[in-house]
């Protein structure tokens, strides 16, 4: 069933469907948090904040539009206003942390590569995610909502409320700060 | 800027896939016959290769029904605020027809008891609507209170 279907159900108060909305969207909606928090404990606050925020203002939801959008507007405003209220220093702050738990999928090796290949792959994710840590905020928001998520140019202007031109450059300036980030950390690797 | 700084400048966005179709032939027509373009686009590619397959963190399992678990006491909370409003709305148009009500029973009774009594109620409906005004002022207060203090008990909850 498409998720449309299910949201506008759940806009006629069907509950049914929210559990169903709940797992569709839990591991995008989770990540998304988390590379803006990047504390797992407040983004599954927030991920929970998120859903009761959905269902408090599904009512004013216009169906013709995308819920993706939506969805992830509520997450990105309520995460906002989190780090202004418990760490309004931090919106900028590099990190060191590096993610948790990671996907078992992403770890399993694809046929046609070696155990070499494999290895440096892995290795190579670690380094970008590494270096993603430390970017600021509105970097790594907008390349996880391009690349993970891979959002449109346009919903992740609707998403961020920010014009087109102001995510385009933001993507520019982001992917020019990781490449540094990357060259700078592990001078000599193959990011050139 | 030459045409060949802008076209660099693009480079990053395409390997995103984030260039309109006009600036997608214009970065690759320029590449087509630019080495040192060419060699970037290549060094890009591989960063927003791996930035797509990242791996995805996984939320704790308990996640999804700790959230529904709240999303029903919210539904529930909503239901009834929403119950109390439509009560609220009811008692208020009530108490509204009962005032409006009483005037008339209040001016025949007052009328009544005064001539009786040989009473003069000279300022008899000054005193009616300050009571009425009196009343209500009092409702008022109350309801607000009442909303502040359930206000109060959510957000301890």
């Known amino acids: 069933m498409a998720v449309d279907a299910d949201v506008v159900r759940l806009r006629r108060g069907d509950l049914n469907t929210l559990p169903e909305l709940i797992t569709r969207y839990q591991n995008r909606l989770y990540r998304y948090l988390l590379r803006i928090v990047r504390q797992p404990a407040e983004a599954e606050d927030l991920f929970q904040q998120t859903w009761l925020r959905v269902v408090e203002k599904i009512r004013s939801f ?35 942390n590096s993610w948790h738990s ?84 592990y001078p000599g690797d193959t990011w050139q | 800027m030459s045409e060949h700084d802008k076209i660099r400048e693009l480079l990053a966005l395409a390997a995103a896939d984030a260039l309109t179709s006009a600036e997608e032939t214009q970065v690759a027509e320029h590449v087509r016959s630019c080495i040192a373009c060419s060699n970037e686009l290549g060094a890009w590619r591989p960063i927003a290769s791996e930035l797509r397959r990242l791996p995805t963190p996984q939320p704790s399992s308990w996640l999804v029904q700790a959230t529904l ?65 009196l009343g209500w002022l009092a409702g008022g207060v109350a309801a607000v209170m009442l909303a502040i203090r359930q206000r109060g008990e959510r957000r301890l909850a």
Not at chain 1, 80 to 95: A, K, M, T
Not at chain 1, 138 to 162: G, P, S, W
């Open chain 1, 102 to 185: 990671e996907n078992l999928a992403g770890r399993i090796p694809r046929k046609d590569y070696t155990p070499l290949d494999h290895a440096l792959a892995a290795e190579r994710r670690s380094e970008i995610s590494e270096a993603m840590a430390g970017l600021p905020m509105m970097y790594r928001e907008v390349l996880t909502l391009r690349f993970e998520d891979e959002m449109k140019i346009e919903e992740i202007a609707q998403v961020t409320a920010v014009p087109v031109s102001t995510v385009k450059s933001r993507l520019r300036r982001s992917l020019e700060q990781l490449r540094y980030a990357l060259e700078a950390r």
């Open chain 2, 69 to 133: 678990a709240r999303a029903e006491a919210k539904l529930t909370e909503q239901a009834e605020h929403d119950w109390n409003r439509r009560v609220m709305i009811v008692f208020v148009a009530f108490a509204l027809l009962l005032t409006i009500a009483s005037w008339p029973v209040f001016h025949f009774v007052s009328r009544r008891f005064g001539s009786l009594l040989e009473l003069q109620f000279s300022h008899t409906w000054i005193c009616f609507a300050a009571f009425t005004a």
């Open chain 1, 62 to 96: 216009d169906a013709s539009r995308n819920f993706d959008a939506w969805l992830f507007t509520l997450a990105h405003n309520l995460a906002i206003d989190h780090l202004r209220r418990i760490r309004p220093q931090s919106l900028d702050e590099p990190l060191a």
